[in-house]
């Protein structure tokens, strides 16, 4: 089976801070995403990569980074935490153009 | 502008089947319609993808009409282990093709 860790199931920050979220696939996947999910909003697409050192803008980019140094790992940066960031942040992974994406089992993040 | 859309909830009783309706207009011509299910506190969960026409597996159907601009997700004999939000995704036809996902049904069945 395929599997999608994520580093922490939930994180409390304060605001101001750098914040790291990290995901691991097992799969060797090309494509890695990172959502952030909201009540009311669904998911929406922050970033995602297509091969390593890759990324592309997501629907909400802004205030995140990316980076994807080896092709089993995708790190999503909140480079100064805001309170508007707490939201539950999930990652997936999947093969080729296909868009049956593996979901890890998110981290609620909280901005205090 | 690509837009993804789907009936906000549905209920159900166990044994009936289920039919959800997603509307994707200005989906890309070459792409996949994919289904995914989520239970509170889990990601979502890969259902079923087609391209047109009918797909089933052991899981459900998806029917998707010839113009492509929405798809039905029907689940058989739902059980109360069903209820969840139901998602579908789709890639719009823009250049920058984002991946789109619907705001999600949540179905409730009941006993």
């Known amino acids: 089976d395929v599997k999608v860790t994520q580093s922490s199931r939930y994180l409390v920050k304060r605001t101001g801070e750098k914040v790291f979220l990290e995901c691991v696939q097992d799969?060797?996947?090309?494509?890695m995403f990172w959502y952030r999910q909201d009540p009311g909003l669904g998911l929406r697409l922050i970033y995602f990569?297509?091969?390593?050192?890759?990324?592309e803008k997501g629907d909400i980019p802004e205030g995140y980074s990316v980076s994807r140094e080896k092709k089993e790992r995708f790190s999503l940066i909140l480079e100064s935490a805001s309170t508007n960031q707490t939201s539950m942040y999930l990652c997936?992974?999947?093969?080729?153009?296909?868009?049956?994406?593996?979901f890890g089992p998110g981290t609620r993040l909280t901005v205090t | 502008l690509a837009k993804t859309t789907q009936p906000i909830s549905m209920d159900s009783y166990e044994g009936q089947e289920v039919n959800i309706t997603c509307s994707h207009n200005?989906?890309?011509?070459?792409?996949?319609i994919t289904w995914y299910q989520q239970f509170p506190s889990q990601g979502p969960r890969f259902i079923i993808q087609?391209?047109?026409t009918k797909v089933t597996n052991e899981v459900a159907s998806l029917f998707i009409p010839a113009d492509r601009k929405s798809s039905t997700l029907s689940l058989p004999r739902v059980s109360l282990s069903d209820t969840a939000v139901y998602y579908c995704?789709?890639?719009?036809?823009?250049?920058?093709?984002?991946?789109?996902f619907g705001q999600g049904t949540t179905l409730q069945v009941k006993p």
């Open positions: 997936a992974s999947a093969s080729g153009r296909t868009y049956e994406q593996y």
């Open positions: 799969m060797d996947h090309e494509n």
């Open positions: 990569s297509y091969d390593v050192k890759m990324k």
């Open positions: 200005n989906i890309a011509t070459n792409d996949y």
């Open positions: 087609g391209y047109k």
């Open positions: 995704l789709s890639r719009g036809s823009s250049n920058t093709g984002k991946l789109i």
